[in-house]
Every structure is written in structure tokens, then in C-alpha cells.
């Protein structure tokens, strides 16, 4: 019988009454005879996540030639080979396999997220089957099992809990809380938020306290975590902007070539000229405007721009999210771990007599504050498992809370390991959600015997019949008790955590706390002292503060999501110093009653967004980016992987959860927000440098069109058998080499600028603005002129064909050379020492010429290029023509540029 097919897909299992859920299950608290399970196994499936099929590498290999551009190139060598010029076919064809293999390598890497979600659970269970506890692998679990969990235990499926004792779950796994969630076995009211189900314990969460027995009700995808994964699989991530830009620019490109192509080719033949020498002359003019060597400059860009970021401590695991970062207008991130340490840590302690103090404060033995910490420590079960190794190493063992109490005590110089020495255990009794309390029953040196007693401040305030001073208790009068409640209430809306300490001197004869109640069997103490209050948060990180301050300057929005209480996150907020209004707050409930349409137009106002699910998160990223923001998102857990995915980039935190890091773009290696805003400059400095390569590129590209259909249109005009101007493999050696160098040199160009000071990069403006394309349109159509004009001179006294192809060749290589010191500072001068600050490009420019002088100089070279060796006047004529050209640019950037970009 199919027991998940008779189950409603959205049933409330934490309102639901355990004899309720029993019968739904067709279970009993004695669990699932072996046959029955292994039915329900049959039938239901393992209790695993689903996971996505990766792409073969064929698949990646064909996905890289659905670009426009690519197959123009391959179109173009399959005819030049036919044309019988087989060197120039082979020739397009590196230029083809150089950027097929750049794109190849840049994909092929395996999506391991689900995988590694996969390993998240992958465990062992404890379940009773035919009334014995037997042990099998998580996988196994059906629903109906009854298990067991304890301390340490990896929670192996969704659970509902039908008996606790001290029981407390981590689930930040899951919901982003920080603090260990104590459970209980109370039917809960319907819409209860996931984070609040005290009820139920949830598959990968942890257990870090105490025992507890629970009934199987979800397995494998249905589970909160395999909604994640299935998020996660559903997620399609968008392309970056870069992508976008680029396949825009990719697409114009070829529409271009297209059309002068085919008019050339069409003309062509009208006018009488043979289908070979159209078909070689279009295949030259798709060889020169198609800038071969970009697809290389910009991953080359981007793969350096990678490594300055890897030494600012973030590892960017795609290249494009290099990138991508300059583009971003918005930052939303998770709190814990992320703007927080992750770590409780006492923030705040209050007695009677000094009342609030934190522990930057100096503390001192016999002071109030000192006695309320050490109090602390005696009632906790945490102590440091290394006391023998130097301070600076200790590891202190325990849950959260009593963690930051024993290192509070450390912090105020308390000798915690002696004093927990002094003191022998003889009685406890554990937290318990519904006592609220922890009372532990310790003898002394000298026998004397000492009620410690920890937990919600209205309960042990209720068991307090006096208050401690400096010199002394005093009665604790209704006037007193005011006075802590409303102490109590202000630290509550700070967002504390609030734990409030007594004690009582006992009778030595007592040797079990129950012997203490005032009723039998109620678990009321009467009598202790009250000794104070203890403010316990999730701190921020130090440099938090100040990395918001620089993301505000640099235009970026900074967004806070978290599956903490609102006023935790109110708080936090205030902090940080990010809205925290009641309008600049939205609750997970209050998001769920949104539609998509009502979220978008709702969304700018809000800054913090509380008691938020795994699904809620990609929710809110498809919003901002649905108003044109650029959106990344930080987190570390299991919880954040969704979102992580879905946004724009992905950003996790080193110490994260392993399916964050591997669904990440970018991982922070120091856990360090203030890194993403470092991370940020650094790719707004790609973005200069993207654009300043783009620029040089097309402008050599379009300067070749111009002079192949200058030659075309001016041989159809005056006549004759005109040969082309510059062959195929010259155009691409200039595209591929000559113009690589100085490319290459532009991605380790300094920033221009203040990038930090400046808004985020707009995603719709283009790579190449409309004074830019001016800019490439100038340089082309006056480099292209004076070649053509040189050409026709040469052509008419009669000038060989290898050695007028070898002056345009070269004239193009050096003014080439010479343009690309003039765009890389357009507001500036080529005289400008700024222009000159790139040691790297000065290279670049001389390893230019020397290569030229190699192809020209080199006999097995000239035989490839067809070119011949060029005399001193010559190269006079040809340092001339490129001299002019630079001229006019420079011109052209002085009227283009002389405001601001």
C-alpha cells in the first residue's frame, strides 16, 4: 500500500494530535514490523533527495558553437579551404579552436551541488522495527518509523516528536537560527512557521541536547531539506550581465557582417566579378570584423581579475562572477554567520547592585557582576576539554548558551577550570521548554551544599524571595520586582537572549533537588536569591559595520534576511544601521500573502525580512530583479542554497555548509563580509577594463571592413582586376596576436578613478555607449581611408601584390599599436603620464613590434603571411600613416570625452 499517496501533500503534521498522526500513518508507538517496512519501501522509494543529471562534455562542447559568430567562422574557413587557400582555412580554424576551448573549460565543471546536499544525509538511523531498535541506513526510513534520536545525532528524516527529555535541535542548517531549538511533543496551532514547529525535528539538523523518540512523516524530496534540493534543482540561474552585454555585442556583430557580406557578395556577382573572388572577399570581411581574439581577451580579463581577488581572500568559482560583482546593486545576505560570528557570546549582565554592565567593562573578584558570572558557570554542564594547552587554544565544550557563559567567565578572568574543580555535581535537573529552568545542586570544599538555578526570567524571578547586594540579600519586595520586569522588558527588545540566575544555600543532608519543590512532583522552588541578568547575543561581526557604510557610498543597497524573530532582526538592523521601521520590516507570513506583482512593487522599502523560509528567499531575489537591480546573495547553509543560486552572484561564506560553497559563485575564504565590498571593487575594475579591450578590438576590426569594401566598392568604381587589400591569415595574425598582446595587457590596467565612489554599473547601458561606437567609427573610417588611399597609390605604380599587402599589413599592425595607449585613458591625453602607467601594455606594444618585424623579416613567415622585407623609407611611410591616425584620434577623444563618461 501506497501510504504517501493517501496522504494529503500538505498535511500539518505539528497541529495534528500523536494518536492522530498514528492512525494517518497506519503506525503504533511500537513503530513498523520488518515486512511492512520493506512494503512501504517498495512502494514509497528510499528516503533520498533527488538529484540532477549533469551535462556530458559532448553537450557542453556543442553549446559552444550556438554563438552567431563562432559558425560565421566556421562557415568562412569550410570556404576558403574550398577556394584552395588552405593555409588561411587551417588559420580560422585555430582562431575557431582557441575560442571553442576557452568556452569548453569555462563550462565544464560538474554541478556537485545536489551532490553534495545528497552527502548532508547520507547516515545512519535508529528506528524500531518488530518491537526491537534496530540500526539501518537513513536511506531505509519510510514513513510510519518510529526513531530515536540523541545528542549528536544528524536528525535522518522529517520527524514528528512523541516524547522529549532536555531536548534541543540545531537548525541552522535549516532556518538560519543561531540558537538551539528546545522541542516538545505539544500539538502546535495551523500556520505555525517552520522555524517555530517545536514539534517536529526536520532531516540534516542536528541534535545538541538531550533524547527523544519521534514517528516518521516525511522522506527524501517531501522533507523541508528535500524542498531545498528540489529549489535548488528548479533554479535556473539567469545570465550575468556580462553575458548579456557580450551576446548583444555578439549579435550586432554578426548582423553586420551578415548584411555587408551578402551585399558585397550580391553586388558582386551583378556586377560580373566570379563567385571565387566574392566568396574570398566576403570570407576576408567576416574575418576582419569578427574580433577573434575578444572571447580570449575578456576570459583572460576575467581569469586574472579572478586571482586579485583570490589575494583579497574570495574564491570566484565562475569567471563571469568576476564580473558580475562591479554590476551589483544589490546585496542580500544572511545574517547568521554572515553579518554575525555565529558564536553566543554574553553581551549584557545586570545585578541589583550594579546593575548593566558589559564585559568590556573590567570585572573584578568580588564585585557583584563577577559573582552573577561565576554563578553561571557553576550551573552549566560546558567546560574546556584542553585546559592544559595555551589560553588562546582552549575549546570550550557545551551547548551555545553555556558556551558564552564558561567564555564570559574566561573573558572576565575567571580561573573557570579551578573553580569547576572545587565543586562536586550531586543533582540536576535539565532544561526543560516547559519548566523553563536548569537547576543544578553543587557541594563545596567544605561540604557545604548550593542550589545554582538558571533559566526564563518570570520563572526564576517567581522562585525568588530575596535579591543580592554588595552587602548582602534583601528582601525582594513587589517595588524590586517592578524594577527587574522592566529591566527585563527593555533588554527583550534589544533582542536578547535573557537568562536570569539564583541560588540558595541548602541543607547538607539534600541530595536530590526534589527534595526542594514546594509541591510534589510540580518542579516550584521557593526560597533562592536572585542574582541577576545575563544578555546573550549572536554578535556582529567588527568590520560589519563599516563595510555597510562602504557599500552605501558605492550606491549599493544592502538587504537583511534571516529566519530570526523580528525583533531580533529589528535589532540587528538598527545596528548596521539599515532602516528598521515597521515599514522597512516584512515577516515570512506577511511575504506569503504577497503575490509576485504585489512583492516587486513592495520590495524597495524593505531592508530586513524576518522568520523567512528557504523558499521565501528566491522570492525575494526575483523581485529586485525584476525592478532591473543586479542581486547578490550571501549565505552559509543548507537553507541559503536556493537563493544562493537564484541570484545574479552567489556568494558563501568558507566556513559554510558544502552545498552553499559548491552552488556559490564566489566563496569567501575569511568568512569576512567587508571581502564581498573588496570583491565588488575589484570587478567594477574588470568592467573598466572590459570595455577599454572591447573598444580597442572593434575598432581594429571595423578599421578592416572599411578597407576590404573600401578596395571592393573602389575596384567596382575605376575598374580592373583589384587583389585584396590584406589577405585572411594577416587580418587574423593582427586579430589574434597583434592585437592580443596589448588586450592582454589590459587586464592588469589599474583602476580609473575613484570605482567605489561611483554608482553601480547600470546592467542596461551597453559595453559600448554612444560616444564610444562615435570613437570606433572615427578610428575606423580614418585608418581605413588612409590605408585604402596608400593602397591605390601603391596599385597604380604597379607595386607587387605581396609587397603593397605587406605595407597595408604593417601600417594596420602600428597604428593599431600606437590606438591602443590612446583608449586606454579616453579623458586624458596619449601624452598623459597616466597613459603610460601600465608597464605591462609598454610589453605588450614592444613584443607587438617585434613579432610584426618576425613576420616580415622571417623567411618561413613570409611564405605563410606572403609578406617581403620593407626598407627604411618604408617603414617612414608607414610610422607616417600611423602617426596621422593617432592624431585624429586624439582629436576625436578631446571632442568626445572632455566631460565626464
Not at 516518521?216 to 524530496?221: A, D, L, W
Not at 509576485?596 to 523581485?623: C, G, M, W
Not at 570583491?679 to 577599454?692: C, D, F, L, P
Amino acid at each position: 500500500m501506497n501510504i504517501q499517496a493517501g496522504i494529503a501533500d500538505k498535511t500539518n503534521w505539528h497541529e495534528l494530535k500523536v494518536a492522530e498522526l498514528f492512525k494517518i500513518l497506519k503506525s503504533s508507538p511500537a513503530g513498523l514490523s520488518l515486512v511492512e517496512a520493506q512494503k512501504r519501501l517498495e512502494i514509497d522509494g528510499p528516503n533520498e533527495l533527488p538529484e540532477a543529471p549533469s551535462p556530458s562534455w559532448l553537450k557542453i562542447l556543442a553549446r559552444q558553437f550556438s554563438g552567431v559568430l563562432i559558425n560565421i567562422l566556421v562557415v568562412a574557413s569550410i570556404v576558403t579551404f574550398f577556394l584552395g587557400e588552405h593555409v588561411d582555412a587551417a588559420v580560422i580554424l585555430v582562431a575557431v579552436t582557441i575560442n571553442v576551448l576557452v568556452g569548453f573549460f569555462q563550462e565544464r565543471k560538474a554541478e556537485r551541488a545536489l551532490y553534495e546536499l545528497k552527502k548532508v544525509v547520507s547516515f545512519i538511523a535508529e528506528a524500531h522495527r518488530d518491537k526491537h531498535h534496530i540500526k539501518i541506513p537513513a536511506r531505509e526510513l519510510v514513513l510510519g518509523d518510529i526513531i530515536d534520536l540523541q545528542a549528536g545525532d544528524r536528525v535522518p528524516a522529517d520527524a514528528r516528536l512523541t516524547r522529549v527529555t532536555s531536548f534541543e535541535v540545531n537548525e541552522a542548517l535549516l532556518t538560519g537560527e543561531s540558537m538551539p531549538i528546545v522541542k516538545s511533543v505539544h500539538e502546535l496551532p495551523a500556520g505555525t512557521a517552520v522555524a517555530d514547529r517545536r514539534n517536529m525535528v526536520f532531516m540534516g539538523t542536528t541534535v545538541t541536547a538531550g533524547s527523544a523518540e519521534a514517528v516518521v512523516v516525511e522522506v527524501g524530496e517531501k522533507t523541508q531539506i528535500g524542498q531545498v534540493a528540489w529549489l535548488l534543482n528548479e533554479t535556473k540561474r539567469d545570465p550575468t550581465p556580462l553575458e548579456k552585454r557580450l551576446t548583444k555585442l555578439g549579435h550586432a556583430i554578426s548582423i553586420i557582417v551578415l548584411i555587408i557580406g551578402v551585399s558585397v557578395l550580391s553586388l558582386g556577382i551583378a556586377l560580373g566579378f566570379s563567385w571565387g573572388q566574392m566568396l574570398a572577399m566576403a570570407v576576408a570581411i567576416a574575418v576582419s570584423a569578427i574580433p577573434e581574439g575578444m572571447v580570449v581577451a575578456v576570459t583572460a580579463i576575467l581569469a586574472l581579475g579572478m586571482r586579485r581577488i583570490l589575494k583579497r581572500q574570495a574564491l570566484v568559482r565562475e569567471l563571469l562572477a568576476a564580473e558580475t560583482l562591479g554590476s551589483t546593486t544589490v546585496i542580500c545576505t544572511d545574517k547568521t554567520g554572515t553579518l554575525t560570528t555565529g558564536e553566543m557570546q554574553v553581551a549584557v549582565i545586570s545585578t541589583p547592585a550594579e546593575e548593566r554592565l558589559t564585559l568590556k567593562e573590567k570585572l573584578h573578584d568580588g564585585a557583584s557582576s563577577f559573582a552573577l558570572l561565576r554563578l553561571g558557570v557553576l550551573s552549566s554542564n560546558a567546560f574546556i576539554e584542553n585546559p592544559q594547552d595555551e589560553l588562546s587554544d582552549w575549546r570550550v565544550i557545551g551547548s551555545p548558551t553555556e558556551r558564552a557563559l564558561v567564555m564570559a567567565g574566561l573573558q572576565a578572568g575567571m580561573p573557570v577550570a579551578d573553580i569547576q574543580k572545587q565543586f562536586k555535581k550531586i543533582d540536576e535537573i535539565p532544561f526543560d521548554s516547559q519548566r523553563k529552568y536548569m537547576a543544578v545542586l553543587q557541594q563545596d570544599a567544605g561540604d557545604g551544599r548550593w542550589l545554582y538555578v538558571k533559566g526564563a526570567p518570570e520563572v526564576v524571578l517567581g522562585f525568588s524571595s530575596k535579591y543580592q547586594m554588595n552587602r548582602g540579600a534583601r528582601k525582594l519586595t513587589e517595588i524590586e520586582r517592578r524594577k527587574v520586569n522592566t529591566e527585563i522588558k527593555e533588554f527583550s527588545q534589544e533582542g536578547l537572549r535573557l537568562l536570569a540566575l539564583a541560588v540558595a544555600q541548602v541543607d547538607k543532608k539534600v541530595s536530590k533537588i526534589s527534595e526542594l519543590f514546594s509541591k510534589a512532583d510540580d518542579y516550584s522552588l521557593t526560597g533562592l536569591t536572585f542574582q541577576g541578568l545575563v544578555g546573550i547575543k549572536d554578535p556582529l561581526r567588527p568590520e560589519v559595520a563599516r563595510t555597510m557604510a562602504v557599500a552605501r557610498q558605492a550606491g549599493i543597497k544592502v538587504v537583511m534576511i534571516t529566519g530570526d524573530h523580528k525583533l531580533t532582526a529589528q535589532t540587528i538592523a538598527k545596528e548596521l544601521q539599515l532602516p528598521a521601521g515597521e515599514e522597512n520590516i516584512m515577516e515570512g507570513k506577511d511575504l506569503t500573502k504577497l503575490d509576485d506583482e504585489a512583492l516587486r512593487k513592495k520590495i524597495s522599502a524593505v531592508s530586513v525580512f524576518a522568520r523567512t523560509t528557504p523558499h521565501d528567499k528566491p522570492r525575494i531575489i526575483d523581485a529586485w530583479q525584476a525592478r532591473g537591480e543586479v542581486v547578490a546573495m550571501t549565505g552559509d547553509g543548507v537553507n541559503d542554497a536556493a537563493a544562493l543560486k537564484s541570484a545574479d552572484i552567489g556568494v558563501a561564506l568558507g566556513s559554510g555548509s558544502d552545498v552553499a560553497r559548491e552552488t556559490a559563485d564566489i566563496v569567501l575564504l575569511d568568512n569576512n563580509f567587508k571581502t564581498i565590498v573588496a570583491a565588488v571593487e575589484e570587478g567594477r575594475v574588470i568592467y573598466q577594463n572590459i570595455r577599454k579591450m572591447v573598444l580597442y578590438l572593434l575598432s581594429d576590426s571595423f578599421s578592416e571592413v572599411v578597407l576590404i569594401l573600401g578596395a571592393f566598392i573602389l575596384g567596382a568604381i575605376l575598374g580592373g582586376d583589384w587583389p585584396l587589400p590584406i589577405l585572411a591569415t594577416q587580418i587574423l595574425w593582427i586579430n589574434l596576436v597583434t592585437d592580443s598582446f596589448p588586450a592582454l595587457a589590459f587586464t592588469v590596467e589599474p583602476p580609473s578613478g575613484e570605482v567605489m565612489q561611483e554608482k553601480p554599473i547600470d546592467p542596461a547601458i551597453a559595453i559600448l555607449d554612444t560616444k564610444r561606437r562615435a570613437l570606433i567609427v572615427t578610428m575606423s573610417l580614418v585608418r581605413g581611408a588612409l590605408a585604402l588611399a596608400v593602397f591605390w597609390w601603391l596599385y597604380k605604380i604597379n607595386a607587387g601584390h605581396d609587397y603593397l599587402r605587406t605595407i597595408i599589413f604593417t601600417t594596420m599592425v602600428i597604428s593599431s599599436l600606437l590606438y591602443a595607449i590612446s583608449c586606454k585613458q579616453l579623458k586624458l591625453s596619449f601624452l598623459n603620464r597616466k597613459s603610460w602607467n601600465n608597464k605591462y601594455l609598454t610589453i605588450a606594444l614592444l613584443l607587438g613590434l617585434v613579432m610584426q618585424l618576425a613576420v616580415i623579416y622571417l623567411p618561413w613567415l613570409q611564405d605563410v603571411f606572403n609578406t617581403v622585407a620593407l626598407t627604411t623609407h618604408d617603414w617612414l611611410l608607414v610610422v607616417g600613416l600611423s602617426a596621422l591616425v593617432l592624431v585624429v584620434v586624439e582629436l576625436a577623444k578631446r571632442r568626445l570625452f572632455q566631460s565626464a563618461i
